[in-house]
C-alpha cells in the first residue's frame, strides 16, 4: 500500500526563501521519532491485543509514519541541507586560512560538493597507470559490469612500497539497477608471504573516487608474481550488497599496507570506466582533521541522513533508503552578493511492514553568507607579515548598515564608519565571495563584494580597496603609472596616508575632500 497523502505534501511543497539557519526542526524531526517509538514500544508489551486493537495500531504506524515522513519533506532536509553548506563554506574559509594557500577554482567547486555532503575533501591527483593494457580484469555477480578477458599477461602493481603508487580505482557501470553480492580479480605478490588488499566501492565526485564507501571486504593471497600468467584468483563478497544504478559512476578501490602486489589487467579496454591510480593515500579525508577547531561536528547531508536512516530502523522499525540525486552550491543573480543558492534532489524511500513511501524531494534555497570568514584578506594580510581577519557582513560594529540597495548617498561620516570597522560593500567591479577562495580577482555584476584594507600599515601608491590592492587590475590604481591617485583630507594624516583613485572617490563621495598624492602625467609623489 503507498501513501498518497505523503506524495500529495511533497509535491506540494515550494523550495524555502533564506531564512534564518537553526537546528529546531532537525531536533523535532528526531525527537517525534523517538516518541512514537516509545508509544509503539508500548503498544508491542500489551499482553491482551485484539483484532480492532491490531488495526488501529496499523492505522496509528501508517499515520505517524505519514507525518514524519511530510516533517522530512518539508523540514529536515531544507535546514540539515542549509546548516550542512554554511557549516561547509566557513571550514573551507578556515582550511584555506590555515594552510595559507588558496584552492584552485577546480579544487574549490569539488569541494563545494564534497565538504557539504560527506564534511570531506578529496586527496590527491589520480594518475593513468603506465604500460600495456589500460583497465582491470574483473567479474561481478550478478553480473552488472565486467571485463573478462583474461589473455595476456599485463599487470598493474600497488601497495606499500618505494616509488610504487599506494591505490588504483577501475571505474564501471552497472548495465542495470541491482544490489552487487561480490566482485572477482586476479592477484599477485611481489615478495612471498601472505598479501591482504582492501577492495571499496565508492561513489563518484569530482570525476573521481569519492568520500563515501558504499562497502568494502579484503581479500588474501599467496601466489608470487611471475613472467608467466600466474595468479590467484579471489572473490571479494560485499556482506551489505549495496544497491547500484544502472549507468552510474563507480570505482573498486583498491590497497594493500602489507606489500606490494600485482593485479592482473584485461588485453581489452573497458570503455565505461577507466584504471587510475595514486601515490597519496588516504584519498580522502574529514576536513575537520586539518582545523584547529572542528567546523563541521558531523553535520555534513549524507552523515545526517544515515543517521536518520538509523533511528528509523532502531526506534520505529521501518527501512528507509536514499540517493542524493544533486547538490550544488552558487552564487548568481538570484543570490546577490550576500547569499548562495542551495539546489538539492534526492530520492528516498521508506517501507514498513503495512505501507510504503516513495518521494522526489527536489528545492532551491538561499543560504546566507554573513558571518562567515574572508579567506583573501586573511592570506593576503598574512603573505605581507601581518594576520587581519575579516567576516562577511554589511553592517557597521555600530549596528548602522551599508546600504544593500546599492543607491546610498555616502557621506564622509560613512566612509570614516566603513574604513574603521571592515564591512563589505557590494562592488560590480569586484570579485563574489565564492571567487575569493581561489583567489579570482575579475569582477562579479551580480555578486561582487569589496572592503577597505587596513591602511595604517601600508605605505604604496595604489589604491586601499583589498581586491584593488593586491591584484592591481582596477583601472587608474597601478603604481608608478600615468593616472592620479588621491588623499582624503581628514583620513590622510601625519601617521599615515589613505589612498583612493578616481572611481572610488566618486563611488563614495569624497571628491570634495580629496588632494593629489601623484602627478597626473608621471605618477610621481608630489607631496611628502
Known amino acids: 500500500m503507498s501513501s498518497k497523502k505523503a506524495n500529495k505534501a511533497f509535491i506540494g511543497n515550494k523550495g524555502i526563501g533564506g531564512k534564518s539557519i537553526g537546528k529546531k526542526g532537525v531536533f523535532f524531526t528526531l525527537t517525534a521519532i523517538l516518541i512514537v517509538g516509545i508509544i509503539f514500544a508500548w503498544y508491542s508489551k500489551t499482553e491482551i491485543v485484539t483484532g480492532a486493537d491490531k488495526i488501529s495500531l496499523t492505522r496509528l504506524r501508517v499515520e505517524k509514519t505519514d507525518d514524519i515522513v511530510r516533517d522530512i519533506n518539508t523540514n529536515y532536509m531544507q535546514r540539515i541541507s542549509r546548516v550542512a553548506s554554511y557549516n561547509a563554506l566557513s571550514a573551507i574559509a578556515n582550511y584555506e586560512i590555515q594552510q595559507e594557500k588558496f584552492m584552485t577554482q577546480g579544487e574549490f567547486e569539488c569541494a563545494l560538493k564534497t565538504v557539504p555532503l560527506y564534511g570531506a575533501l578529496l586527496n590527491g591527483t589520480w594518475l593513468e597507470p603506465f604500460g600495456a593494457g589500460k583497465d582491470l580484469y574483473f567479474e561481478t555477480s550478478p553480473d552488472l559490469a565486467s571485463n573478462s578477458n583474461t589473455g595476456g599477461n599485463f599487470r ?4 606499500a612500497g618505494a616509488g610504487v603508487v599506494s591505490t588504483l580505482a577501475q571505474g564501471f557501470q552497472p548495465t542495470s539497477t541491482d544490489s552487487l553480492h561480490n566482485a572477482t580479480f586476479r592477484f599477485c605478490t611481489v615478495l612471498p608471504g601472505n598479501k591482504k588488499v582492501v577492495i571499496q566501492i565508492r561513489d563518484q565526485e569530482c570525476g573521481r573516487p569519492g568520500p563515501r564507501i558504499l562497502a568494502e571486504d579484503s581479500v588474501n593471497f599467496t601466489t608470487v608474481c611471475t613472467p608467466g600468467n600466474s595468479f590467484d584468483t579471489r572473490t571479494v563478497k560485499f556482506s551489505n550488497k549495496p544497491g547500484l544504478i544502472a549507468g552510474r559512476q563507480y570505482y573498486f578501490v583498491m590497497n594493500s599496507s602489507n606489500g606490494v602486489v600485482g593485479i592482473k589487467k584485461s588485453p581489452n579496454p573497458y570503455f565505461e570506466g577507466d584504471l587510475n591510480v595514486t601515490y597519496n593515500t588516504p584519498i580522502s579525508y574529514p576536513i575537520d582533521d586539518k582545523l584547529s577547531s572542528p567546523v563541521m561536528k558531523k553535520s555534513g547531508i549524507v552523515g545526517k541522513m544515515d543517521e536518520l536512516v538509523g533511528l528509523l530502523d532502531e526506534v520505529y522499525h521501518v527501512n528507509m533508503s536514499y540517493d542524493v540525486l544533486k547538490f550544488n552550491l552558487s552564487q548568481n543573480n538570484e543570490s546577490g552578493p550576500w547569499f548562495a543558492i542551495l539546489e538539492f534532489h534526492i530520492n528516498y524511500t521508506i517501507n514498513s511492514s503495512t505501507a510504503y513511501w516513495q518521494a522526489n524531494r527536489s528545492a532551491s534555497t538561499k543560504v546566507s553568507l ?4 574572508d579567506p583573501y584578506i586573511t592570506i593576503m594580510t598574512r603573505l605581507d607579515g601581518l594576520d587581519y581577519q575579516n567576516t562577511i557582513t554589511y553592517e557597521f560594529a555600530n549596528g548602522s548598515a551599508v546600504d544593500t540597495t546599492y543607491a546610498n548617498v555616502w557621506q564622509f561620516f560613512n566612509v570614516t564608519e566603513f574604513l574603521k570597522y571592515h564591512p563589505y560593500n557590494h562592488e560590480t567591479r569586484a570579485p563574489s565571495y565564492f571567487m575569493r577562495f581561489f583567489n579570482d580577482m575579475t569582477s562579479s555584476l551580480c ?38 591617485l588621491y588623499t582624503v583630507n581628514g583620513i ?12 572610488h572617490a566618486v563611488k563614495y563621495n569624497l571628491t570634495g575632500y580629496l588632494s593629489f598624492y601623484t602627478d597626473e602625467s608621471t605618477g610621481d609623489r608630489i607631496i611628502t
Not at 598493474?156 to 601497495?159: D, I, M
Not at 595604489?462 to 587608474?476: K, L, Q, R
Open 156 to 159: 598493474e602493481y600497488f601497495g
Open 370 to 373: 554573513l558571518g562567515l570568514p
Open 447 to 484: 555578486c561582487g563584494i569589496e572592503s577597505p584594507i587596513w591602511f595604517q600599515n601600508y605605505i604604496t601608491n595604489i589604491t586601499f580597496f583589498d581586491y584593488c590592492f593586491w591584484s592591481g587590475i582596477c583601472p587608474s590604481s597601478i603604481p608608478f603609472g600615468e593616472v592620479s
Open 492 to 503: 590622510t594624516n601625519s601617521s599615515y596616508i589613505f589612498l583612493i583613485e578616481p572611481y
